[in-house]
């Protein structure tokens, strides 16, 4: 019965060990590419590329077929209308 017993322990202790070297692999995936992101937004100058940027290189990591940016000031008119937007949020060149 204590054979069975460390066995079935040491069995329990290796699946536990696998969740955790699989959640730590997913972690550090994950951190890779928000390095990658961040390297990539880095490396332009400007506001509105490094918008686009952001939005695009977000957009392949997380697989989204669209995504939108938006900015604005916390004390924005609640009316959209009231706004000025200059660009479409796409992270592409069709302003």
């Known amino acids: 019965m204590a054979v069975v017993v460390a066995v079935a322990d040491q ?3 290796s699946l536990e060990n696998a ?3 699989d959640e730590t692999e997913r972690s550090a995936q994950r951190e890779r590419a928000i ?3 961040n390297s990539r937004v880095r490396q332009t ?3 509105d590329s490094i918008l ?3 939005v695009n290189e ?3 990591a997380l697989g989204a077929a669209r995504v939108t940016a938006r900015i604005g000031r916390t004390n924005a008119p609640a009316d959209p209308s009231a706004t000025n937007d200059n ?3 796409q992270g592409d060149n069709h302003g």
């Open 11 to 13: 069995a329990a202790l």
């Open 19 to 21: 969740r955790l070297l």
């Open 35 to 37: 390095n990658e992101i």
């Open 45 to 47: 100058i400007d506001l």
């Open 52 to 54: 686009k940027t952001a």
């Open 58 to 60: 977000l957009g392949q």
């Open 87 to 89: 660009g479409n949020g």
